[in-house]
């Protein structure tokens, strides 16, 4: 009889495309709505840390100085962040993407649109109220 129980981790490699053709675009004006329906889909793939940022960039390499090899772990997680990223993109309506363009990760497009749209302003005032 074990003394101590053991515990194992499984951890989802897969890469996942989020289909977001139901999702409707993020305008001027329909940020609070647009940012829940997107947080709750990436939220059921269990991917919505890459938008809040509690799924972190590992090293991109690994190994010692002298002979680095490339981390596996960064590429998985490049190839779903630039997915996530692509995504989020085709949500958003063409007169909003200028606002993102210097953003290269999912997390930082969420975080610039927070900064821009989820400050109480006298238009998301008016939102609520309708």
């Given at each position: 009889m074990a003394t101590h129980a053991e515990e194992i981790v499984l951890?989802?490699?897969n890469?996942?495309?989020v289909n977001?053709?139901?999702v409707t675009?993020?305008?001027s004006t329909n940020y609070l709505m647009w940012s829940r329906q997107v947080h709750a889909l990436f939220d059921g793939y269990e991917?919505?840390?890459f938008l809040d940022g509690s799924t972190p960039m590992p090293p991109a390499t690994i190994g010692t100085d002298a002979v680095p090899r490339?981390?596996?772990d960064y590429t998985r997680w490049r190839r779903q962040d630039k997915l996530i990223y692509s995504?989020?993109?085709g949500a958003i309506s063409m007169s909003v993407q200028p606002a993102v363009s210097r953003a290269t990760t999912a997390a930082q497009i969420w975080e610039t649109l927070r900064k821009i749209y989820a400050n109480p302003s006298y238009?998301?005032?008016t939102q609520l109220r309708t």
């Open positions: 951890v989802n490699t890469i996942l495309n977001m053709s139901n675009k993020l305008t991917l919505a840390g490339v981390n596996p995504a989020i993109l238009g998301h005032v």
